[in-house]
């Protein structure tokens, strides 16, 4: 796996006026992985194993002349990737493809069930009318292209979701950032389930 098992330094080190990611934080976190990598291949033991979801959700402290963000996010997203792909054959081999497609139908439904509602109500807005969320017509874009790709791709990439910015608003204008974050990580489960 050499996203893992690299000499992590071959990450971009950003000028000492920067800001960067923690190189220590992230080495340990590469390394760990890099660990957790060798025991599923050597023996398939998944205890105490980091999972996708885990490195999906993973953060490190800004550093100024720290790791560049953006070479170290690349590698997460292709280690989640490697990592749901040994998820998802693990619970095949120990609960049969027809489980696995029952839970990969349960996502999607509820999923989909959320794509299908209308513009500008497919999340709740914040408790505060003065308290930030994601702008909706940002979400809702790209609520409906998830709609229009899980419908006609056989090749989704999560890098649709993971590269996803939405505008900052207020009020009515706006869904609350953390029912819209959980639904998100939710489509990236999916997107690596039909994979």
């Excluded at 794509?115 to 003065?130: C, K």
């Amino acid at each position: 796996m050499p996203e893992t098992s690299q000499r992590i330094s071959e990450f971009r080190v950003v000028d000492e006026r920067e800001t960067g990611y923690n190189i220590e934080a992230v080495d340990q976190f590469f390394t760990d992985l890099a660990n957790d990598y060798e025991r599923l291949r050597s023996d398939g033991s998944h205890a105490g194993i980091t999972t996708a979801r885990a490195i999906r959700q993973s953060t490190f402290q800004p550093q100024k002349g720290g790791y560049a963000v953006a070479d170290v996010d690349a590698a997460l997203s292709r280690v989640e990737d490697r990592f749901a792909a040994i998820e998802r054959r693990s619970f095949i081999a120990e609960h049969g493809r027809e489980a696995w497609s029952e839970h990969v139908e349960q996502i999607a439904e509820l999923l989909m069930g959320r794509l299908r509602r209308e513009d500008g109500e497919r999340f709740r807005r914040p408790a505060h009318r003065l308290t930030k969320g994601y702008l909706t017509e940002d979400v809702d874009a790209l609520c409906n292209r998830l709609m229009r790709e899980f419908k006609t791709s056989d090749n989704l990439s999560a890098d649709v979701v993971r590269g996803a910015v939405f505008r900052s608003a207020t009020g009515s204008r706006c869904y609350e950032e953390t029912q819209v974050d959980a639904f998100l990580d939710k489509c990236i489960e999916l997107i690596h389930d039909l994979k």
